[in-house]
């Protein structure tokens, strides 16, 4: 298992990079999506079953459509931004600082011998169900909220125009 | 080193990368991407400390919570992006800048 | 009684709800001129729910409600609601602040009516959930939803400014995002629990009795976030823009209650958790210290009236974290009085600007002059906004600084209490040269004709001074009363 979480690690990030340094919208927002599959398969080795189908559905699925929706509206040229954009080339450091960084961190953590436990511990308490409607409900009730706030964004948005 | 010191040390990693993906752009619509991918990240944080801790049905209370927030705020950022287009012909942040002081 | 006191809590959560339902069920046409007026109402009745709690919970002796909306707040871990005495003033300030907004609301606010009810209702509801959990995950999503109704707000009008203010608010909301996230994940992954009752100094020490470098890095990440999202400097450049390009009604909440409850109740409740570690009060102080400085400096030299109000929020923010980082009772006192008053004087101040707008149509300052024989109640209540802020008895203001300062000195902090106290006089300075260049001084022609403002701005412009004035006088009862209660 640890060499499959890994692996989904290094899709994770390595897309995500991709991601992030990418001309062109749809390839960003492609990658996005794979970033997000590769990160729902990695939940779902860590054992949260339903977090993992969660972000596969939504991650993946959802903020792809909102993303590629967003990219016609605004109808620019979407397979390569103008250059005066430059994204790959403003982030063309990045991958070089990603490594520094990591390689930094992962030499204070050997030097001061940090280490997070590694076993999993025993799973107790209630479902995820029960958990969720039992004693999360105020966060439900927040998710309920923040839905309705953001339709209330998209009427604001999105209207074309209101007559009086 | 253990693999959650591991998943914590590439986490982190990937999290300075979408902050730097959102603060660099010049583009509105990829501050989402940068968004995106510093999230999805946190989420991974989440799950490994339901891992760690046994508390995984709570973990995944969170992610769900984070993951539904997350997109209200994506839609929000479009809508913004959208009608700032629709104002000004682009999407370059660089237009941004009749407020000033 | 106490049955009156359990059903309270509910208020707050119900009545915006409601509201927000009867605005989309009923026809727009007719909801349309009474969209303003329904959210005054909700409002109205979160003031008068607050101040009947507050009233309560405080002759009952019991520390805090709990309740739970659907289910059982007994349950093992649940995460319930709950008032105490504190979430209790919050909420009355929050009502407090609306009822101005939607006061002037009702002027300003020609089009668009229910999407800003609507939207109205999202803030509302996401501040009093902010204000009534328990948990810190809990108290993050309220605070999403307040700063997703907050840049809606801000871009209602599609304008190329309001748009922009939007845009740059929400890019700076992201990042703190992030970091907070960031920072909960790893408090989670210490401790296996966000909630308060979970989490302590204590608890993070966990069984070496010291703290891990995690969870030092988890309370870097989550003060960097609530700083951001309160405008403390260094991270306040988001603010003056989205204050500034809102309509007024929405400058009002956003300088009056929203920076307070999204950024300053997060700093309450930090340090609540984890006062006992003398690096985050002292984080927050330094924070306060260098907001105080900048908001002030910026001030001076701005030209347009909401631009200056909004950097003497980002001011006073500051004192704010100054009494909640001395760690006192007394100073949580003196900054949530001063949350007080500065909605108080606030108000006052964009309820002014709103009247200039109305007629004169302009907010350039250097334009303006010589406007107190035009606009005589707005210059009266502009002038009680500047005693305020200024910190002249018996002003509101006069008092809530009195007690941060005293509680600085208390903590041993006297090098910040002399700071706060001399940029106390820059605060009077950037407030004098505004009522100079819009009140007083020569007059320009071009506003001869100008008349008064009427109708609700005037209303809300005479209520606002006479609390000012009114809450300041009050305010040695409200001592002696904390001295019998024993707080000071």
Redesign the interface.
């Known amino acids: 298992m640890?060499v499959a979480?890994?692996i989904c690690?290094g899709f994770?990030?390595a897309f995500?990079?991709i991601?992030?340094?990418s001309d062109g919208?749809i390839t960003?927002?492609i990658t996005?999506a794979v970033?997000?599959a590769a990160?729902g398969v990695?939940?779902y080795l860590?054992?949260?079953k339903?977090?993992a189908a969660?972000?596969i559905s939504?991650?993946s699925g959802?903020?792809t459509v909102?993303?590629i929706?967003?990219?016609s509206?605004?109808s620019?040229d979407k397979t390569k931004?103008p250059a005066?954009?430059?994204?790959s080339r403003?982030?063309k450091r990045?991958p070089a600082?990603?490594i520094v960084?990591?390689a930094a961190?992962?030499c204070a953590?050997?030097l001061?011998g940090?280490?997070?436990?590694?076993g999993?511990?025993?799973?107790?308490?209630?479902?995820?169900g029960?958990?969720?409607?039992?004693?999360?409900?105020?966060?439900?009730?927040?998710?309920m909220?923040?839905?309705?706030?953001?339709t209330?964004?998209?009427?604001?948005?999105?209207k074309e125009s209101?007559n009086? | 080193m253990s693999m959650p010191t591991v998943v914590l040390i590439a986490g982190l990693v990937m999290i300075l990368a979408g902050c730097v993906g959102l603060i660099r752009t010049h583009h509105m619509l990829k501050i989402i991407i940068g968004l995106e991918v510093a999230m999805k990240a946190v989420t991974v944080f989440i799950i490994l400390g339901g891992f760690l801790n046994g508390r995984m049905a709570l973990a995944q209370a969170f992610v769900v919570t984070v993951i539904v927030v997350e997109v209200v705020t994506a839609v929000v950022l479009s809508g913004i992006a959208i009608s700032l287009y629709r104002k000004h012909g682009s999407m370059d942040i660089r237009n941004l800048r009749s407020l000033k002081g | 009684m106490s049955s009156i006191l359990n059903g309270i809590p509910y208020v707050f959560v119900a009545a915006p709800l409601f509201a927000f339902i009867l605005n989309n069920a009923v026809p727009r046409e007719r909801m349309r001129s009474h969209a303003v007026a329904l959210s005054g109402g909700v409002a109205a009745l979160q003031l008068a729910a607050a101040i009947l709690g507050f009233a309560l919970l405080a002759a009952s002796g019991r520390g805090e409600v709990r309740f739970g909306l659907f289910w059982s707040v007994d349950a093992a871990g649940a995460a319930y609601l709950r008032v105490n005495l504190v979430s209790l003033f919050l909420l009355l300030c929050v009502g407090f602040v609306a009822l101005a907004s939607a006061l002037t609301a009702a002027k300003t606010i020609d089009d668009h009516r229910c999407s800003f009810a609507n939207l109205f209702m999202a803030l509302l509801l996401g501040m009093n959930g902010m204000l009534l959990a328990t948990d810190l995950f809990t108290l993050y999503v309220f605070l999403e939803i307040t700063g997703t109704a907050s840049f809606v707000l801000i871009a209602m009008y599609k304008s190329s400014k309001g748009l922009e203010g939007a845009f740059k608010y929400l890019t700076m909301s992201a990042l703190a995002t992030i970091m907070m996230l960031t920072g909960l994940a790893l408090l989670f992954m210490h401790t296996g629990s966000l909630a308060f009752a979970d989490l302590g100094a204590a608890a993070l020490s966990g069984a070496s009795g010291e703290m891990d470098i995690l969870c030092y890095g988890a309370l870097a990440l989550l003060i960097s976030g609530f700083a951001i999202k309160a405008g403390a400097a260094p991270f306040h450049s988001w603010l003056p823009d989205a204050h500034q390009s809102a309509d007024t009604a929405v400058s009002i909440l956003l300088s009056g209650i929203v920076i307070k409850i999204a950024g300053a109740y997060g700093f309450i409740v930090l340090v609540e958790l984890f006062g006992d570690l003398y690096a985050v009060r002292l984080s927050v102080a330094a924070l306060g210290v260098a907001t105080i400085a900048f908001g002030a400096l910026l001030a001076l030299v701005q030209t347009h009236f909401k631009r200056i109000a909004a950097y003497s929020s980002v001011s006073q923010v500051g004192y704010i974290l100054f009494g909640i980082a001395a760690g006192s009772p007394l100073g949580l006192v003196g900054a949530l009085l001063h949350v007080f008053s500065h909605a108080a004087f606030k108000s006052t101040l964009f309820s002014g600007a709103a009247a200039l707008h109305e007629q004169l149509g302009t907010l350039d300052i250097e334009q303006m002059g010589g406007l107190q024989k035009n606009m005589p109640v707005t210059g009266f209540a502009s002038v009680t906004s500047f005693l305020s802020a200024a910190g002249v008895p018996p002003f509101a203001g006069f008092w809530s600084k009195l007690l941060i300062l005293i509680s600085l000195w208390q903590a041993g902090w006297i090098g910040l209490s002399a700071a706060a106290l001399g940029l106390s006089i820059l605060t009077g300075a950037y407030f004098l040269r505004l009522q100079k260049k819009v009140f007083f001084g020569p007059r320009n022609p071009r506003w001869d004709d100008v008349k008064e403002i009427g109708g609700t701005i005037r209303a809300s412009q005479i209520v606002l001074s006479a609390v000012n004035l009114g809450a300041g006088l009050c305010f040695p009862l409200v001592l002696l009363y904390l001295q019998s209660i024993g707080l000071i």
């Open positions: 640890i979480v890994y690690l994770m990030l995500g990079v991601a992030i340094m919208l960003a927002a996005l970033t997000s990160s990695l939940m860590l054992g949260a339903w977090a969660f972000e939504v991650c959802l903020v909102i993303f929706s967003a990219v509206l605004s620019g931004l005066e954009y430059q994204d403003r982030t990045l600082v990603l960084a990591g961190l992962m953590a050997a001061t940090f280490s997070l436990p590694a999993d511990a025993a799973q107790t308490g209630l479902t995820f029960e958990t969720l409607w039992e004693t999360r409900q105020a966060d439900v009730w927040g998710q909220i923040a839905l309705i706030t953001g209330a964004a998209i009427v604001v948005f999105f209101e009086r």
